[in-house]
């Protein structure tokens, strides 16, 4: 991704986390600008994730296959362009998505999905994020933990909207 954003002539909002992360993608992986990687195969519900949540959001995904649900995980690095085809294909195909970033719900990752799915699908979305008010100060995983951006956080989430679409 920081090669691509060397290399772009225009604007570009890259976020670095502060702590180590899990890699998810091999080395030889090339960022691809207004698409998202499919990480994940499932066909009940889809979350889409991208930065430092997306390895929390992977162990969501391996708690709710434990309970017999099959969620697709989508990694959407570039949240404009966003890629309308596979985020409109998999709330066609899962019939419910679930967003999940560390920042705001509001705008981001989780507006540019709700928009999108408003306008041309018919599945509900639940965004996950930080709510509308001034940043606390902690740890990483304090923070985290208390917007409800943990694997069980996140399958809970899951688990709630997939009773609402039922």
Do not use: C
Request: aromatic share 4%.
């Amino acid at each position: 991704m920081l090669r691509w954003a060397h290399g772009h002539d225009g604007p570009v909002y890259v976020r670095i986390a502060r702590e180590p992360v899990p890699a998810i993608f091999d080395t030889d992986h090339v960022f691809r600008p207004g698409r998202v990687d499919v990480v994940r195969e499932g066909s009940d519900v889809t979350l889409v994730a991208n930065g430092i949540v997306l390895h929390r959001t992977l162990a969501a995904a391996e708690a709710l296959a434990a309970e017999g649900v099959e969620a697709r995980v989508l990694a959407a690095a570039s949240v404009k362009p966003l890629d309308d085809a596979a985020i409109l294909a998999a709330a066609r195909e899962t019939g419910a998505i679930v967003t999940v970033e560390e920042g705001y719900a509001a705008g981001g990752l989780g507006g540019a999905v709700s928009e999108l799915v408003a306008r041309e699908a018919s599945a509900p979305v639940r965004v996950l994020g930080f709510g509308d008010a001034f940043a606390a100060t902690g740890s990483v995983d304090w923070l985290l933990a208390q917007a409800g951006l943990t694997p069980a956080g996140i399958a809970a989430a899951a688990r709630d909207l997939l009773r609402v679409a039922a």
